[in-house]
C-alpha cells in the first residue's frame, strides 16, 4: 500500500490523472480515499514501487510524511469556498505541513536520484523552522525539529474555521481553528490538543480522546505554537511503549495546565484565553455549490473512497475533459472544482450514468458512513469493514423500515475492522469495531457533529446477530425519543443500563392496531356542501356526513338480505 500526502485535500488536475493512471498500470484497478483527504494506492509490486514513486513526485505530488512516527498529513475544510477563512485555514494547513516535513534529502534520493521537486516555500515556514530561540531544534541534525528518532508515535493535525467540522477537529493531536474579527479578518487561533481514536481490545489503559482547549495564539505565532507542541511531544511523549506513545497519553498523565506550562517554554510566550466558539457542525459539501469567484464545485458521495469501475473511467474523463482540480474529503468522498456554470449539466448526466448522483438519490445512512480498508488490504484487521458494511448499511435500513423509522432519518455509522479507529468509530452514534472473526464491539452515543466521544455498548457481537441489537435500540429511539432528539443523544440520555435490559427482553416489535380513517371528506368542497345541509338541522357537518354514511350502509345491508 502506498499513501500519499494533500494538506487540505488539494489534488492537481495532473495529479489526479496520474494516480488514476498508476491504478490501472502498478495497482489493483482502484483509487481509495482516505479520512485523512489522501490516496490509497493498494497493491503496487515492490518491482514497481521506484516507477510509481518517481512518478507521483514529479506531477505535482509526495508521500513523503504520509506515513511514520512524524505529522501526517494535515486536515483542512475541502470546500473550495473563496472566503477569507477558508482560504486561510487551508494556507495554514500547508504552511503547517511544511514546517513538519522531513527535510533531509533521503527521500528524494531514493526516489528521484536526489532531484528535487518542490516549490519554494513560504518565508515565514523557513524562518520558523530555524528558529532555536526557545530551544526546539537540534542545530546540526540534517532534521532540526526531528532529529534522529523523529516522534514517539504518528502526530496528526487538522485545522478549520468555526461551525465547522468537516474535518473531525477533536481526534487530532492538534485542533488548530481559525479566528477572525467582525470584517471577517483572520486574527488568530484557538488550539485544541490531546485528541486520538487508537486503542487495544482489553486493554483499559488505552482509550480514545477527545482534543481539549490549550488557549489563543495570534497569526503570525501559529507556526512557532505549533512547533512547540510538537518537541513537548518528541521530548516527553513515551517512547518505551507504543501502545501509550500518542500525545494524548501523555496530556491525560500531566494534565493539560502541567502540559500548557511546558509548552509555553518551548514557545517562550502565554498562552492566551481560548475564544468562546459557536456550536460544531458536520458539513459533507456534497452537491452542487457556489465557489464564490463564478465557478462552481461539485462534491460526490463516494462509497467508503473507493473509485473503481465505470465510476473511476467516468471521473477521469470529466476531470481530464473540464481540466478540473479536485478535493478529498475526510469523509472519503471527492469535491469537483471551478466548475463553469455551463458545464454543470452535461458533467451531471454524465456523472449519473455512473451512479454518481446528487446525495438526495443516495441513502442518508451511506452519506455519513465510513470504513477503513480492512480485509483483503489491512494486516492489522481482524474482521471486515469496507466490504462489510454495504451489506450491514442495507440491513439497517431493513430495520428501519420494521420499526417504523422514515427514509430521510439516519444515525452516523463507522465501521472498522480493528480497534486502531482509523473511520474514528468513537465519535459515531453507531461505531463497529471489529473483536474477533466476523464479530463486532458495538460503541453508542456520538453525535452527528462529532463532538462526543461514544462509548462501549456490547461486546463480540456475532455479524449475523446484528439485528437482534439493532431492532430494540432503533424501535424505542422511534418510540422514546424526544422532539428532534438523535440517536446518539437518545442513547446517552436513556443509559446502557436500561438499553441492554431492552436489549434483553426483545422480542420483536409491537403490532400497532389498525388505523381507521374517520374523516369522511376528501376535498373542501364536499364539506362546504356538507356544512350548508348540516346547519339547517342543527347539526355539524361531521353528524350530517356520518349519519349519511350509517343510512348508506344499512340500506346496502338491506338489499343483501
Not at 188 to 199: E, K, L, P, Q
Not at 346 to 357: D, E
Not at 411 to 435: Q, S
Not at 454 to 466: E, G, H, I, P, Y
Amino acid at each position: 500500500m502506498l499513501r500519499t500526502k494533500n494538506p487540505a485535500g488539494k489534488v492537481p488536475n495532473q495529479l489526479y490523472l496520474t494516480m488514476d493512471y498508476l491504478a490501472d498500470q502498478f495497482g489493483i484497478g482502484t483509487l481509495r480515499l482516505t479520512t485523512r483527504q489522501t490516496f490509497q494506492l493498494h497493491g503496487v509490486l515492490k518491482k514497481n514501487l521506484k516507477t510509481v514513486m518517481s512518478t507521483i513526485i514529479k506531477n505535482m505530488g509526495s508521500t513523503l510524511g504520509a506515513c511514520g512516527d512524524l505529522n501526517r498529513n494535515v486536515l483542512a475544510p475541502s470546500a473550495p469556498l473563496m472566503t477569507k477563512e477558508y482560504l486561510f485555514a487551508q494556507e495554514t494547513a500547508d504552511n503547517i505541513a511544511a514546517l513538519l516535513t522531513p527535510q533531509s534529502g533521503f527521500y528524494y534520493d531514493v526516489w528521484v536520484d536526489g532531484e528535487r521537486f518542490m516549490t519554494s516555500e513560504p518565508p515565514e515556514v523557513v524562518k520558523a523552522r530555524n528558529d532555536n530561540s526557545q530551544g526546539t531544534n537540534f542545530p546540526d541534525s540534517p532534521e532540526p525539529i526531528y532529529g534522529t528518532q523523529f516522534l514517539p508515535r504518528k502526530f496528526k493535525i487538522a485545522v478549520t474555521v468555526p461551525t465547522d467540522n468537516s474535518v473531525d477537529i477533536l481526534t487530532n493531536d492538534i485542533g488548530v481553528v481559525v479566528i477572525s474579527d467582525e470584517n471577517g479578518e483572520p486574527q488568530g487561533f484557538n488550539i485544541y490538543v490531546g485528541g486520538g481514536m487508537g486503542r487495544t481490545h482489553r486493554l483499559e489503559t488505552t482509550f480514545p480522546r477527545l482534543g481539549e482547549p490549550l488557549g489563543y495564539v495570534p497569526k503570525g505565532d501559529i507556526l512557532y505554537a505549533i512547533k512547540a507542541i510538537v518537541a513537548t511531544q518528541r521530548d516527553h511523549g513515551r517512547r518505551d511503549d507504543r501502545k501509550y506513545s500518542r500525545m494524548k497519553y501523555l496530556i491525560s498523565s500531566w494534565g493539560i495546565e502541567k502540559f500548557r506550562n511546558v509548552v509555553e517554554q518551548y514557545y517562550g510566550k502565554k498562552f492566551k484565553p481560548f475564544h468562546e466558539l459557536p456550536e460544531w457542525e458536520f458539513k459533507s459539501y456534497l452537491g452542487w455549490h457556489e465557489q464564490g469567484d463564478g465557478a462552481l464545485f461539485c462534491g460526490l458521495h463516494i462509497d467508503n473512497g473507493r473509485i473503481g469501475g465505470k465510476m473511476k473511467k467516468t471521473l477521469r474523463e470529466v476531470i481530464e475533459k473540464y481540466n478540473l482540480n479536485v478535493r478529498i474529503t475526510p469523509n472519503q468522498n471527492l469535491i469537483l472544482c471551478d466548475i463553469r456554470s455551463a458545464w454543470r449539466r452535461p458533467i451531471t448526466t454524465v456523472l449519473a450514468q455512473a451512479s454518481l448522483l446528487h446525495p438526495r438519490y443516495v441513502d442518508s445512512l451511506n452519506l455519513t458512513a465510513m470504513a477503513c480498508p480492512a480485509f483483503p488490504l489491512c494486516p492489522l484487521a481482524i474482521t471486515e469493514a469496507e466490504r462489510g458494511i454495504p451489506d450491514i448499511l442495507k440491513r439497517v435500513r431493513a430495520v428501519f423500515e420494521k420499526v417504523g423509522l422514515k427514509y430521510n432519518e439516519s444515525v452516523v455509522i463507522r465501521i472498522t475492522g480493528c480497534p486502531n479507529g482509523c473511520a474514528r468509530p468513537y465519535m459515531a452514534e453507531l461505531g463497529l469495531v471489529g473483536d474477533g472473526p466476523n464479530s463486532y464491539q458495538i460503541w453508542l452515543g456520538g453525535t452527528p457533529n462529532q463532538t462526543r466521544l461514544a462509548r462501549s455498548f456490547m461486546n463480540k457481537v456475532k455479524v449475523q446477530d446484528l439485528e437482534k441489537v439493532f431492532e430494540p435500540l432503533f424501535y424505542y429511539w422511534k418510540r422514546k425519543r424526544q422532539p428532534k432528539e438523535s440517536f446518539g443523544d437518545f442513547t446517552t440520555r436513556m443509559g446502557f443500563e436500561k438499553l441492554l435490559e431492552l436489549v434483553d427482553k426483545w422480542e420483536g416489535p409491537v403490532q400497532a392496531p389498525a388505523r381507521y380513517n374517520l374523516k369522511p371528506f376528501a376535498d373542501k368542497e364536499t364539506y362546504e356542501a356538507m356544512d350548508e345541509l348540516a346547519k339547517l338541522q342543527n347539526k355539524s357537518a361531521h353528524q350530517l356526513a356520518m349519519e349519511v354514511i350509517r343510512n348508506f350502509v344499512v340500506a346496502q345491508q338491506g338489499k343483501s338480505e
